[in-house]
């Protein structure tokens, strides 16, 4: 459980620098997703999933 928070934290830490250091470009990625068709976004989640499953799986390993 205390991975789980620790990974919430570290989300939270890079979705703030990103907000905090470059409100433009967060403004620009928020209107190209809502623009971006379902399956385009739903590909690339499933990528970032994977890819996020295997950094982690690697990182225990």
Do not use: C, H, N
Request: proline share 5%.
């Amino acid at each position: 459980m205390d991975d789980l928070v620790a990974a919430l934290g570290l989300v939270l830490v890079i979705e703030g620098v990103l907000y905090a250091s470059a409100p433009p470009l967060a403004k620009a990625m928020m209107k190209r997703g809502i623009e971006a068709p379902d399956g385009q976004l739903r590909a690339l989640g499933l990528f970032l999933l994977a890819a996020g499953v295997g950094i982690v799986w690697l990182a225990r390993t």
